[in-house]
């Protein structure tokens, strides 16, 4: 590794110039200042660029003509980064001063480093740990968890360790891993893409790092909103597509009676009750999905 390799930090912006504006103003405050930061604007209904621009006049701005999702907007921005290392993070997120270096040590000091994310604290709730590291996904459920989230920072998690999966919000990727793994998987367009990509990242022989000297402060579901039926149509859709591209033989099938028999009638029940029909239809759509698209070499061929 060179003394100051150069780093791209990567953000989405979609509808939200004002979220992504607070985000390149902790960019200006940041030590490292061997960057080059590039904003993707997903077709948002108003042009960002002067506005941002007029924050950080060296931004680069890329403007797709329609929404390419989470994966598809990183992808587009990957195609015009020249940094040796890629920091992927959330325009809904703010960084600290130092996140960069404790980053880079982690690349420097371990051979086999492929992704790394920083600790992550609630924007809103100061003190409070969103993300230590990540449980790995349980193949019976098809759920995780995330290290340490909602407790009280007090040093507990201060130990540089390996982790199941990067932080989407946050992750830095060497550039050598994309050059061998190549892009986030644009098939699931908006959640998973980033669990999906570290399996694919560790299968050719990277591990996923959780960094906790660096530090990133996250806003949360600013984007799509925490309730929005969007978000539980893609949740719901590439929960079971991540499991179908990822576990196989008698563990997916064991899934496959879990999710049947207990999160299909406990869901429906529960938005029943809650009389949320719209969330109902969304998370139906996302399960119909799945059952009108067996193919999944002719999905990802699609996604491309």
């Not at 701005?61 to 990183?74: E, P, Q």
């Not at 694919?200 to 790092?209: A, E, L, P, T, V």
Request: net charge positive; aromatic share 14%; proline share 3%.
């Amino acid at each position: 590794m060179t003394n100051k390799p150069l780093i791209s930090i990567i953000t989405i912006n979609y509808n939200n110039a004002d979220i992504t504006a607070a985000l390149l103003r902790s960019v200006l405050c940041l030590e490292y200042t061997n960057i080059e930061v590039i904003v993707v604007d997903n077709a948002s209904k108003e042009n960002p660029a002067e506005k941002l621009k007029s924050i950080l006049p060296s931004v680069k701005i890329i403007l797709s003509d329609k929404n390419l999702g989470f994966a598809g907007g990183n992808n587009l921005g990957i195609k015009q980064a020249k940094g040796d290392y890629l920091f992927f993070v959330n325009n809904d997120t703010e960084l600290t001063p130092t996140i960069l270096g404790g980053l880079l040590e982690i690349f420097r000091d371990y051979p086999d480093a492929g992704v790394v994310s920083p600790k992550f604290h609630y924007y809103y709730a100061p003190g409070t740990i969103e993300f230590a590291g990540y449980n790995a996904v349980n193949t019976f459920t098809a759920r995780n968890s995330m290290i340490g989230c909602r407790t009280k920072d007090e040093g507990q998690y201060d130990t540089i360790s390996k982790t199941n999966y990067g932080h989407g919000g946050g992750m830095m990727v060497s550039r050598r891993v994309i050059e061998e793994v190549g892009p986030m998987p644009e098939v699931y367009f908006l959640y998973y893409e980033e669990f999906d990509w570290c399996e694919q990242i560790k299968k050719k022989g990277f591990n996923i790092y959780y960094q906790y000297k660096s530090l990133i402060y996250h806003k949360e579901s600013m984007t799509v909103g925490k309730t929005s039926t969007l978000k539980t149509f893609y949740l719901n859709r590439n929960r079971i597509l991540f499991m179908r591209r990822n576990v196989k033989g008698i563990s997916f099938l064991g899934f496959a009676f879990y999710y049947t028999f207990f999160t299909l009638p406990k869901n429906t029940v529960g938005y029943l009750l809650k009389k949320e029909t719209d969330h109902l239809k969304a998370f139906w759509k996302g399960v119909a999905w799945n059952l009108s698209n067996r193919n999944l070499k002719k999905i990802e061929l699609c996604a491309e």
